[in-house]
């Protein structure tokens, strides 16, 4: 399964088994393998301790001597200038691939192709030190038989793999490289509104990302298609459906919609995008605030029903939906709703407001005051497993505004309105592990 579309097994499981299409990422499912792997490692390292060959010396030494000196040639293998062709292929293909899980800088940069042949070659090497090591210590083993000195030396080449491994993992994800300024992450924690912020900078595609800031590209490997579509057309043109968002390309107008009130850049880059004007510059990065973003929720004043979802992706890049005043709703799914067509034209009026009470992940708190019924929209992406209530008891249907956002319809008054997010699959996984987990317990009890 974690082979993903390479094998039949996962198309099986994706297309019959409930559920198992929402799963964020199939390749975790590694994590099983290695797991199955280091048992397995585990075993045969207890029965090599019990297993011992007692050979001629005679044999053994040359042996090893032959064995020594066939890694030593295959160390002087110049592999830079070996795997260099198959390393820009590997790159290409990658880089063209929609399906590809990461972007990569391209080949047409030698910087990054030459550093990537070097991780190849350090890998391989790497790669033969380990084995051939690990040889020798399985001869030793079998030759002397399990003693303090070789036990000793097995451990400790298990936990420089380990080290080495788990160190050069780490430094891929230092926050040092990966987080924004200490200064500029202040700055931005001062507005306690909720907000989205899109970091354009040449410290690279994921600078940033574990600072919790709400970004516009997300968690860029696995998005929904829809948004991807939206995001992709505004970006570059072109409503492709993708996996990954790509960097940002272009500033779209229709960012705006998106809540995306900052953007971050190098501060010598110069930037002339109506609306938006320098609030912060520390001489490496500067910060933009965009006053036409719109808030995280608000009220529209004109809603335009469409026919499919097409037009309602059209639609969003119209001026009036740019700029808030009109969301876009599918037919299909206002069908079965009952509302007051009025409410498609509502009146502006000072009085009325909408504001986010209480923002978290699963659980989202709005109050609106409302002169009359109108339609409320988040600019929260439309999911499956959401649930909207008003006044804490009648439930409001939630369907997909502006081709990808929430919005429900909210009779006139004073109502504390809460999106929580409550998918079926998550309760009944709950019950599956607890019959698992009392099953489990009785036949400890009754069979131990």
Same mark, same amino acid.
């Given at each position: ?57 005679? +044999?053994?030494?040359?042996? *090893?001597?032959?064995? @020594?000196?066939? &890694? /030593?040639?295959?160390?002087? %293998?110049?592999?830079?200038? #070996? ?73 400790? +080449?298990?936990?420089?793999? *380990?080290?080495?491994? @788990?160190?050069? &993992? /780490?430094?891929?994800?230092? %926050?040092?490289?990966?987080? #924004? ?78 809540? *995306? ?11 002339? %995008? ?175």
């Amino acid at each position: 399964m974690a082979l993903g579309e390479h094998t039949p097994l996962l198309k099986l499981f994706y297309h019959i088994f409930p559920g198992f299409k929402m799963f964020r990422g199939h390749s975790k499912a590694h994590i099983f393998c290695c797991f199955a792997i280091a048992l397995l490692a585990g075993i045969g390292y207890d029965a090599l301790r019990r297993y011992t060959i007692r050979q001629d010396r005679r +044999f053994f030494a040359p042996f *090893l001597g032959g064995l @020594g000196l066939f &890694f /030593v040639l295959l160390m002087m %293998i110049p592999y830079s200038g #070996l795997m260099e062709d198959p390393i820009k292929s590997f790159l290409s293909d990658v880089q063209n691939d929609l399906r590809s899980y990461l972007p990569v800088a391209g080949i047409d940069k030698a910087e990054f192709v030459e550093a990537a042949i070097k991780q190849a070659v350090m890998s391989v090497r790497y790669f033969l030190i380990s084995l051939f090591l690990g040889i020798f210590l399985v001869l030793f083993t079998l030759r002397w038989g399990s003693h303090r000195l070789l036990n000793t030396i097995t451990i400790l +080449f298990i936990l420089t793999d *380990l080290f080495i491994f @788990g160190k050069t &993992f /780490v430094s891929s994800v230092d %926050i040092h490289h990966w987080d #924004l300024k200490q200064e500029a992450l202040e700055f931005l924690n001062r507005d306690k509104n909720q907000y989205r912020t899109a970091i354009i900078t040449s410290f690279g595609p994921k600078y940033g990302v574990t600072s919790l800031l709400h970004q516009i590209i997300g968690d860029y490997p696995y998005v929904l298609s829809r948004y991807s579509r939206l995001y992709n057309l505004a970006n570059r043109g072109k409503p492709t459906p993708l996996m990954k968002i790509s960097a940002i390309q272009r500033v779209s107008p229709v960012y705006n919609l998106f809540n *995306l009130k900052y953007l971050v850049v190098n501060s010598n880059r110069i930037l002339d %995008i109506p609306g938006y004007y320098e609030v912060y510059n520390d001489g490496i990065l500067s910060i933009l605030h965009n006053e036409y973003a719109k808030n995280r929720v608000y009220l529209p004043r004109r809603i335009k029903i469409v026919n499919e979802e097409n037009e309602a992706l059209r639609g969003v890049f119209e001026l009036p939906a740019i700029s808030g005043e009109q969301i876009i709703l599918e037919r299909d799914s206002v069908a079965k709703l009952s509302f007051e067509y009025g409410s498609l034209l509502h009146r502006e009026d000072p009085a009325e407001t909408v504001e986010i009470v209480d923002y978290s992940s699963n659980r989202i708190e709005l109050r609106a005051h409302l002169a009359s019924d109108a339609w409320v929209i988040l600019t929260d992406t439309f999911y499956p497993g959401w649930k909207a209530t008003i006044d804490g008891q009648s439930e409001a249907i939630i369907v997909p505004a502006n081709y990808v956002f929430r919005a429900i319809y909210v009779p006139k008054g004073l109502h504390e309105i809460v999106f929580q997010y409550k998918p079926k699959y998550f309760s009944v996984s709950i019950m599956v592990a607890l019959i698992t987990l009392l099953g489990s317990c009785t036949v400890a009890v009754f069979f131990d």
